[in-house]
Protein backbone atom coordinates (compact mmCIF):
# COMPACT_ATOMS: atom_id res chain seq x y z
CA UNK A 1 0.00 0.00 0.00
CA UNK A 2 1.55 3.13 -1.54
CA UNK A 3 1.49 5.89 1.33
CA UNK A 4 1.38 9.26 0.09
CA UNK A 5 3.88 10.53 -2.37
CA UNK A 6 5.68 14.25 -2.57
CA UNK A 7 7.86 15.39 -5.00
CA UNK A 8 10.14 16.49 -5.17
CA UNK A 9 12.31 15.74 -1.82
CA UNK A 10 14.43 18.77 -2.20
CA UNK A 11 13.72 22.08 -4.10
CA UNK A 12 16.19 24.83 -4.16
CA UNK A 13 15.18 27.77 -6.16
CA UNK A 14 15.62 31.46 -6.02
CA UNK A 15 13.83 34.27 -5.18
CA UNK A 16 11.27 35.46 -7.60
CA UNK A 17 10.36 32.39 -9.38
CA UNK A 18 7.58 30.11 -9.57
CA UNK A 19 7.61 26.82 -7.41
CA UNK A 20 5.42 23.94 -7.90
CA UNK A 21 4.84 21.61 -4.96
CA UNK A 22 3.42 18.06 -6.08
CA UNK A 23 1.34 15.21 -3.91
CA UNK A 24 -0.22 12.13 -4.83
CA UNK A 25 -2.32 10.83 -2.22
CA UNK A 26 -3.21 7.34 -0.61
CA UNK A 27 -5.87 6.05 -3.56
CA UNK A 28 -9.26 6.35 -1.78
CA UNK A 29 -8.78 9.26 0.65
CA UNK A 30 -11.31 11.91 -0.09
CA UNK A 31 -9.55 14.56 2.29
CA UNK A 32 -6.18 16.32 1.35
CA UNK A 33 -4.18 19.25 3.49
CA UNK A 34 -0.90 21.01 3.05
CA UNK A 35 1.26 21.79 6.12
CA UNK A 36 4.18 24.15 6.39
CA UNK A 37 6.93 23.04 9.04
CA UNK A 38 8.92 26.00 10.02
CA UNK A 39 11.07 26.23 13.05
CA UNK A 40 9.23 29.41 14.32
CA UNK A 41 5.69 28.92 12.80
CA UNK A 42 5.76 25.13 13.70
CA UNK A 43 3.23 22.85 11.55
CA UNK A 44 0.75 25.36 9.97
CA UNK A 45 -2.40 24.00 8.56
CA UNK A 46 -2.41 25.92 5.05
CA UNK A 47 -5.51 24.20 3.35
CA UNK A 48 -7.41 21.08 2.79
CA UNK A 49 -9.53 19.85 0.37
CA UNK A 50 -12.52 17.30 0.77
CA UNK A 51 -13.85 15.32 -2.46
CA UNK A 52 -11.21 17.79 -4.50
CA UNK A 53 -13.10 20.74 -3.31
CA UNK A 54 -11.26 23.43 -1.03
CA UNK A 55 -12.66 23.53 1.95
CA UNK A 56 -10.69 26.04 3.85
CA UNK A 57 -7.95 27.82 2.83
CA UNK A 58 -7.56 30.47 5.53
CA UNK A 59 -3.93 29.56 6.38
CA UNK A 60 -2.58 30.52 2.76
CA UNK A 61 -0.24 33.14 4.24
CA UNK A 62 -1.41 35.49 1.04
CA UNK A 63 -2.08 35.40 -2.55
CA UNK A 64 1.68 34.36 -3.80
CA UNK A 65 0.08 30.77 -2.37
CA UNK A 66 -2.26 28.85 -4.34
CA UNK A 67 -3.21 24.91 -4.39
CA UNK A 68 -5.05 23.00 -6.81
CA UNK A 69 -6.53 19.72 -6.39
CA UNK A 70 -7.77 18.32 -10.28
CA UNK A 71 -8.47 15.15 -9.41
CA UNK A 72 -8.73 12.45 -6.62
CA UNK A 73 -5.04 11.62 -7.07
CA UNK A 74 -3.04 14.64 -7.36
CA UNK A 75 -2.90 17.76 -5.55
CA UNK A 76 -0.42 21.25 -6.58
CA UNK A 77 1.02 23.88 -4.06
CA UNK A 78 2.30 26.94 -6.33
CA UNK A 79 4.23 29.78 -4.74
CA UNK A 80 4.37 32.44 -7.29
CA UNK A 81 6.89 34.46 -7.02
CA UNK A 82 8.70 32.73 -3.91
CA UNK A 83 10.39 34.60 -1.20
CA UNK A 84 13.22 33.71 1.46
CA UNK A 85 10.85 33.87 4.05
CA UNK A 86 8.79 30.94 1.98
CA UNK A 87 12.03 28.71 2.81
CA UNK A 88 10.39 25.60 5.08
CA UNK A 89 9.08 21.69 4.70
CA UNK A 90 5.80 21.27 2.97
CA UNK A 91 3.70 18.53 3.94
CA UNK A 92 0.96 17.13 2.35
CA UNK A 93 -1.69 14.79 4.29
CA UNK A 94 -4.19 12.48 3.32
CA UNK A 95 -6.95 10.80 5.17
CA UNK A 96 -10.51 8.62 4.98
CA UNK A 97 -13.11 10.02 6.45
CA UNK A 98 -15.32 6.85 7.94
CA UNK A 99 -17.68 8.75 9.50
CA UNK A 100 -16.39 7.56 13.37
CA UNK A 101 -13.94 10.74 13.67
CA UNK A 102 -11.02 8.69 14.43
CA UNK A 103 -9.08 8.39 10.80
CA UNK A 104 -5.78 9.70 11.07
CA UNK A 105 -3.93 12.32 8.21
CA UNK A 106 -1.14 10.06 6.41
CA UNK A 107 1.78 12.07 5.76
CA UNK A 108 4.11 12.72 3.04
CA UNK A 109 8.17 12.72 3.43
CA UNK A 110 7.57 16.72 2.71
CA UNK A 111 9.54 18.77 0.82
CA UNK A 112 12.22 20.86 1.99
CA UNK A 113 11.89 24.27 0.23
CA UNK A 114 14.80 26.41 0.40
CA UNK A 115 14.40 29.55 -1.48
CA UNK A 116 17.48 32.14 -1.94
CA UNK B 1 -5.93 31.76 19.46
CA UNK B 2 -4.08 28.80 20.50
CA UNK B 3 -6.26 25.47 20.53
CA UNK B 4 -3.19 22.91 21.89
CA UNK B 5 -0.62 23.90 24.02
CA UNK B 6 2.30 21.09 24.86
CA UNK B 7 4.47 23.25 27.73
CA UNK B 8 7.33 21.09 27.79
CA UNK B 9 9.94 22.12 24.62
CA UNK B 10 12.25 19.45 25.53
CA UNK B 11 12.71 16.76 27.89
CA UNK B 12 15.36 13.91 28.84
CA UNK B 13 14.28 10.81 29.53
CA UNK B 14 16.18 7.75 30.25
CA UNK B 15 15.95 4.69 28.63
CA UNK B 16 13.13 1.99 29.83
CA UNK B 17 11.96 5.12 31.96
CA UNK B 18 8.39 6.25 31.67
CA UNK B 19 7.67 9.84 30.62
CA UNK B 20 4.95 11.65 30.05
CA UNK B 21 4.33 14.46 27.54
CA UNK B 22 1.41 17.14 28.28
CA UNK B 23 -1.08 18.68 26.12
CA UNK B 24 -3.92 21.14 26.87
CA UNK B 25 -6.75 21.94 24.43
CA UNK B 26 -9.03 24.63 24.03
CA UNK B 27 -12.56 23.66 22.33
CA UNK B 28 -16.28 24.45 23.31
CA UNK B 29 -17.44 21.79 21.02
CA UNK B 30 -18.32 18.77 22.35
CA UNK B 31 -16.87 16.12 19.59
CA UNK B 32 -13.74 16.18 19.38
CA UNK B 33 -10.59 13.95 18.20
CA UNK B 34 -7.26 14.55 19.78
CA UNK B 35 -4.09 12.50 18.19
CA UNK B 36 -0.68 12.29 18.72
CA UNK B 37 2.19 11.88 15.82
CA UNK B 38 5.92 11.42 16.00
CA UNK B 39 7.86 12.88 14.17
CA UNK B 40 11.97 11.55 14.02
CA UNK B 41 14.99 13.48 13.09
CA UNK B 42 14.40 11.80 9.50
CA UNK B 43 11.26 14.16 9.39
CA UNK B 44 8.19 11.74 8.60
CA UNK B 45 5.70 12.45 10.92
CA UNK B 46 3.94 8.93 12.43
CA UNK B 47 0.48 8.55 14.01
CA UNK B 48 0.79 7.15 17.14
CA UNK B 49 -2.93 7.04 19.20
CA UNK B 50 -6.00 8.80 19.03
CA UNK B 51 -8.77 9.90 21.57
CA UNK B 52 -12.23 10.37 20.83
CA UNK B 53 -14.04 13.64 23.30
CA UNK B 54 -16.65 10.96 24.13
CA UNK B 55 -14.46 7.58 24.53
CA UNK B 56 -14.78 6.13 28.00
CA UNK B 57 -11.46 4.90 28.38
CA UNK B 58 -8.30 5.56 27.91
CA UNK B 59 -6.30 4.91 24.45
CA UNK B 60 -3.98 2.38 24.43
CA UNK B 61 -1.48 1.44 21.66
CA UNK B 62 1.39 -0.95 22.56
CA UNK B 63 3.85 1.54 24.34
CA UNK B 64 1.91 4.16 24.27
CA UNK B 65 -1.32 5.17 26.33
CA UNK B 66 -3.23 8.83 26.49
CA UNK B 67 -3.99 9.84 29.85
CA UNK B 68 -7.40 11.28 29.12
CA UNK B 69 -8.57 14.34 31.54
CA UNK B 70 -12.02 15.86 29.79
CA UNK B 71 -12.73 18.37 32.43
CA UNK B 72 -9.19 19.74 32.66
CA UNK B 73 -8.92 19.24 28.68
CA UNK B 74 -5.54 17.32 28.73
CA UNK B 75 -4.65 14.68 26.93
CA UNK B 76 -1.18 13.69 28.03
CA UNK B 77 0.97 10.84 26.06
CA UNK B 78 2.50 8.27 28.13
CA UNK B 79 5.46 6.54 26.72
CA UNK B 80 6.41 3.40 28.44
CA UNK B 81 9.63 1.46 28.61
CA UNK B 82 11.28 4.26 26.58
CA UNK B 83 13.99 3.08 23.74
CA UNK B 84 16.37 4.67 21.81
CA UNK B 85 14.19 4.83 19.27
CA UNK B 86 11.65 7.05 21.10
CA UNK B 87 13.75 10.20 20.50
CA UNK B 88 12.09 12.44 18.75
CA UNK B 89 9.96 15.26 18.59
CA UNK B 90 6.11 14.63 19.56
CA UNK B 91 3.56 16.72 18.51
CA UNK B 92 -0.28 16.92 20.00
CA UNK B 93 -3.19 17.29 17.57
CA UNK B 94 -6.90 17.86 17.44
CA UNK B 95 -9.42 17.50 14.78
CA UNK B 96 -12.35 20.12 15.45
CA UNK B 97 -15.80 20.63 13.48
CA UNK B 98 -15.70 23.87 11.51
CA UNK B 99 -19.42 25.83 9.77
CA UNK B 100 -18.03 24.48 6.71
CA UNK B 101 -16.66 20.96 6.98
CA UNK B 102 -18.13 18.89 10.02
CA UNK B 103 -15.19 16.47 9.83
CA UNK B 104 -11.28 17.84 8.71
CA UNK B 105 -9.54 19.90 10.76
CA UNK B 106 -6.61 19.09 12.36
CA UNK B 107 -4.30 21.92 14.29
CA UNK B 108 -1.33 21.11 16.30
CA UNK B 109 0.85 21.75 19.03
CA UNK B 110 4.23 23.40 19.20
CA UNK B 111 5.75 19.58 19.78
CA UNK B 112 8.54 18.35 22.75
CA UNK B 113 11.71 17.34 21.76
CA UNK B 114 12.33 13.71 23.78
CA UNK B 115 16.21 12.67 24.01
CA UNK B 116 16.31 9.26 25.49
CA UNK B 117 19.64 8.38 26.88
CA UNK B 118 20.97 5.13 27.67
Known amino acids: DAGVIQSPRHEVTEMGQEVTLRCKPI?????LFWYRQTMMRGLELLIYFNNNVPIDDSGMPEDRFSAKMPNASFSTLKIQPSEPRDSAVYFC??????????????FGNGTRLTVT | AQKITQTQPGMFVQEKEAVTLDCTYD???????LFWYKQPSSGEMIFLIY??????QNATEGRYSLNFQKARKSANLVISASQLGDSAMYFCAMREVTPTDSWGKLQFGAGTQVVVTP
Open chain 2, 27 to 33: TSDPSYG
Open chain 1, 93 to 106: ASSLNRGTGDSPLH
Open chain 1, 27 to 31: SGHDY
Open chain 2, 51 to 56: QGSYDQ
